[in-house]
């Protein structure tokens, strides 16, 4: 069908694991699914991976992006509005160890699995919208870590 993924490009977003919602603190798998959005993974301060969709299924995680991509979200850890969860993503040191090196790992399997060799932040693809995962996020070490073999 339509919603079959044919994964090119691997996206990384950060989000709030507990996201302010019509009044209530939700966490981030049911604020996706209240919003009509999706992700393949989320990954947790202390590591978890949390599966969203199957790799073969489309995920709406990327405006544009969403048949030819994988996309994993890194929870900012904590209850978060909009204006909090930016500032948090914007400071260093939010992603844990744990989330680094359980990022590292189903990204470095994602590219050898689909043959991907382009991974990108949510904020290279959609500069106008998006800010994630932040300027707090690793990405150099990020890269240099799931390229080494």
Known sequence: ???RNRPKRIVIHAMGH????????KAAASFLDDVGLSAHALIAFGGE?????????GAYHAK??????L????????QHDYTSFVRAMDTPGWVSAFAFAA???LVRGW???????QIVRHSDI????????????????????????
């Open 1 to 3: 069908g339509s919603s």
């Open 126 to 149: 959609d500069p106008t919208r998006k800010r994630d995962p932040g300027k707090g996020f690793p990405w150099d070490r990020f890269i240099e870590a799931v390229d080494r073999v």
């Open 71 to 78: 996309g994993v979200e890194f929870l900012v850890p904590g």
């Open 49 to 57: 991976v949390i599966r969203c969709r199957h790799d073969t299924e």
């Open 111 to 117: 590219c050898e699995q689909h043959d991907i060799r």
């Open 64 to 69: 544009g992006h969403n048949t030819d991509t």
């Open 18 to 25: 507990y996201i302010l919602h019509d009044g209530t603190f």
């Open 103 to 105: 990022g590292v790992e």
